[in-house]
């Protein structure tokens, strides 16, 4: 059982290591008995999103048949029962050692079967809906493994780094949603712009759409102002961690604003060097600082 365990932390860690290089770098940050739980939580929600994301040559009623078939192998788990599967006695493990919410894991699968069939949002509020489920929650599913000097006061922090970074994804990836049919940025933004979902499928980077990333990407950065104060909230031990973090999405909008605002041309990355230095940077910065925002 134990060995069983140990390769369900594994299969986790893998996934996190080639699909999530910005987190999987930060959390090489925190205490080695973090780690794995980080690891099994990045595992989960990374697998659900496959399921939705790897499965779209198939009809939607299959696709929502396989995640409802993982969902209930998840939640047979939670009654305790044997559960055959790669990776979840991982989650499993991780929800019981630090009492996590259920109601996260429940509404971040609402969120997951929606991606099936829902391929826009009319209004930034219709997004933020959906991210509260995909996104908020991941920030209160970590926080209780961060640890807190005041949980009360860093969850709502915690919540709006997941929305800045689920935001950040969304514009990084315009074109990539685009090509499976799905499109993140709020349809009352492009009309305020001019800017119409042929326009964004045509991949040239006209002014409407510049001006309309510009707006994405300053929207971004007040999801993060709004969690920066929760970081000087959470254990020292986590604040190098997610101070990382931080700054390596933040600087993904930074390279977004470097190339115009083309969100087409390339896939906007955070240098090597410069993703080095932050981490030596965070690590070197005295816990409880406050952390510094891009101008």
């Not at 685009?178 to 009309?191: F, G, K, M, S």
Request: charged letters at 25%; one cysteine or more; hydrophobic letters at 40%.
């Amino acid at each position: 059982m134990e060995t069983d365990l140990a390769a369900a932390y594994e299969r986790c860690r893998e996934l996190h290591r080639e699909h999530g290089r910005t987190y999987y770098l930060a959390t090489r940050l925190l205490p080695a008995w973090k780690r794995r739980h980080v690891h099994a939580l990045y595992g989960f929600t990374r697998y659900a999103d496959e399921i939705v994301d790897r499965t779209e040559s198939r009809p939607p009623a299959e696709r929502a048949a396989l995640l409802t078939a993982w969902s209930d192998r998840f939640l047979a788990g939670l009654r305790g029962e044997d559960v055959d599967d790669e990776l979840l006695p991982a989650v499993l493990h991780t929800i019981a050692v630090f009492d996590l919410d259920l109601e996260d894991f429940e509404k971040f699968l609402r969120s997951m079967a929606m991606d099936i069939t829902v391929t826009g949002y009319r209004t930034y509020d219709d997004l933020l809906d959906y991210m509260d489920g995909s996104a908020a929650v991941i920030g209160t599913m970590m926080l209780p493994i961060l640890g807190s000097s005041d949980p009360v006061a860093a969850r709502e922090p915690a919540r709006q780094l997941g929305f800045a970074f689920q935001l950040t994804n969304f514009i990084r990836d315009v074109a990539e949603d685009l090509r499976r049919d799905r499109i993140y940025l709020p349809e009352e933004h492009l009309a305020a712009h001019g800017v119409t979902r042929e326009d964004l499928e045509r991949g040239v980077t006209t002014p409407p759409i510049r001006n309309l990333i510009k707006a994405e990407v300053a929207l971004a950065r007040e999801h993060y102002a709004a969690a920066a104060p929760g970081i000087p909230l959470l254990e020292p031990a986590s604040q190098a961690c997610m101070r990382t973090a931080f700054q390596l999405y933040g600087g993904i909008l930074d390279e977004i604003e470097a190339a115009g605002h083309d969100v087409f041309t390339r896939r906007a990355t955070v240098p090597n060097h410069r993703r080095a230095a932050v981490a030596v940077r965070s690590l070197l910065t005295r816990p409880g600082t406050p952390i510094q925002l891009a101008a």
